[in-house]
């Protein structure tokens, strides 16, 4: 679709498309947030599962069209993979640069953070980094793989999500009566987002063949960030009002849902074996770089703009392997 419109044709549908994303986003985020307050749900939960599903939803509908519409697996592994590079390096650079500039010093982080929230956060990194290294060492992806990583999802958000409950207290009154409203807008914006999707991957892909890119790099770079605009968003916006442990579980969850249900989703519905070696093993290491930095940044319990620069700097290394490795 959309190959007759040619190069710029299709650079104007990829842009209008990811405006479109940002804000079919944050509508559906902006709602989903209402939600978790009135029905209770506690801050770990709406922050490492619900929110970061809100901001996973565009990946996630990529992905989808990608494997099952479009039968561009690579596209939807270097999207999932390509997203978490994003999310440590921009997105989380972003925000310690911010936090950094509030404080003008170093932030602590650790401290305003409880037990459990600290747990959920290493979880998820670990589940980042070792699935990646376990599809390395397996060679291959298949229908199996992808059934074993959404089970590791459906078991920790069940998990999670009834501790959240229990420990939430809800919202009563003006703003309970509104729940249907909220639901309605939240339903409105996951449509914006599936369909702003399904014109991101038709007009990303028609560019790389024009320009002799291959869909892996194009999947991992240009598609990756686009679908992490919705996390950007709300992490920045939580680091301005001094939330970056909300931030922290927004990116961290967004990570743990890229590396499981994101990417076992695809591979559920497509039929294909995809080789990882050697196809995919740049991306693979770095993304299990880029989560091993993260987790020595949280061990040190403080951050800097030192980290935040370090974060982007590798982000923007990433983007001269890709466009300058991957090429056809």
């Known amino acids: 679709m959309f190959e007759e419109l040619g190069f710029l044709g299709n650079t104007v549908i990829l842009i209008a498309s990811l405006l479109a994303l940002d804000r079919t986003s944050d509508l559906t985020i902006t709602n989903s947030v209402r939600i978790a307050d009135i029905t209770g749900f506690g801050k770990t939960a709406t922050g490492f599962i619900m929110v970061a599903f809100c901001t ?64 959920s956060l290493y979880f998820g990194l670990f589940i980042a980094s070792i699935i990646p290294l376990a599809l390395i060492y397996i060679g291959y992806a298949s229908r199996f793989i992808g059934l074993a990583l959404l089970a590791i999802f459906a078991i920790y958000t069940i998990w999670l999500s009834k501790k959240g409950i229990a420990k939430g207290e809800g919202t009563l009154g003006k703003e309970h009566q509104k729940i249907n409203r909220y639901m309605f807008l939240t339903f409105l914006g996951a449509v914006g987002v599936v369909v702003s999707s399904f014109f991101i991957i038709n007009s990303a892909s028609n560019i790389a063949s024009s320009m002799g890119i ?18 950007l968003v709300v992490s920045v916006g939580a680091v301005r009002k001094g939330h970056l442990d909300l931030a922290l579980g927004n990116i961290v969850g967004t990570c743990f849902m890229n590396t499981t249900c994101i990417l076992g989703i695809p591979l559920l519905a497509s039929s294909l074996r995809v080789e990882i070696v050697p196809t995919f093993s740049n991306l693979v290491m770095f993304s299990v770089i880029t989560s091993l930095f993260f987790w020595y940044f949280l061990s040190s319990e403080k951050i800097s703009w030192r980290e935040g620069a370090v974060l982007v700097f590798m982000y923007f290394l990433f983007l001269t392997i890709s466009f300058g490795g991957y090429k056809s």
Request: with cysteine; hydrophobic share 50%; glycine share 8%.
């Open 56 to 119: 996973s939803l565009s990946a996630l509908s990529v992905s989808i069209f990608s494997a099952v519409g479009l039968e561009t697996v690579d596209v939807a592994i270097g999207n999932a993979l390509g997203s978490n590079i994003v999310n440590i390096c921009l997105v989380l650079g972003i925000c310690f640069f911010l936090a950094a500039l509030k404080k003008l010093d170093y932030v602590k982080f650790i401290p305003s953070m409880t037990k459990e929230e600290i747990g």
């Open 214 to 231: 291959s869909a892996l790099s194009m999947g991992s770079t240009v598609v990756a960030f686009g679908t992490s605009l919705p996390v």
